[in-house]
Nanobody
Framework: QVQLVESGGGLVQAGGSLRLSCAAS????????MGWFRQAPGKEREFVAA????????YYADSVKGRFTISRDNAKNTAYLQMDSLKPEDTAVYYC????????????????WGQGTQVTVSS
């Protein structure tokens, strides 16, 4: 079992920045790839970014490419999502998730999910 806890969400003005963290329990974090997803009000959850087990491969949704950066620190069992140049349309609950296979953009590939953290971007 893996437990994930997101933190770092909040209210920010458009153009601002936030850094989300995803802390994982257990000793298997380094053997799992992880992803960030988000769900805006009235919309389906969507892919944001993913990172491989060693952190050498990353994927981004087109909507966040160039603005968001995913990273991880396996020694701390923690992954991060640095969000810059935030826009009102980035407002959503952000979730982290992990899987034992390669990094993926598909939600159904992920086995464990956090509870989510709210990000609100005001215009």
């Amino acid at each position: 079992q893996v437990q994930l806890v997101e933190s770092g969400g909040g209210l920010v003005q458009a153009g601002g920045s936030l850094r989300l963290s995803c802390a994982a329990s257990g000793r298997t974090f380094s053997r799992r790839s992880m992803g960030w997803f988000r769900q805006a009000p009235g919309k389906e959850r969507e892919f944001v970014a993913a990172i491989s087990r060693a952190g050498s491969i990353t994927y981004y949704a087109d909507s966040v490419k160039g603005r968001f950066t995913i990273s991880r620190d396996n020694a701390k069992n923690t992954a991060y999502l640095q969000m810059d140049s935030l826009k009102p349309e980035d407002t959503a609950v952000y979730y982290c998730a992990v899987r034992t296979g390669a990094a993926s953009q598909q939600q159904t590939d992920y086995n464990y999910w956090g509870q989510g953290t709210q990000v609100t971007v005001s215009s």
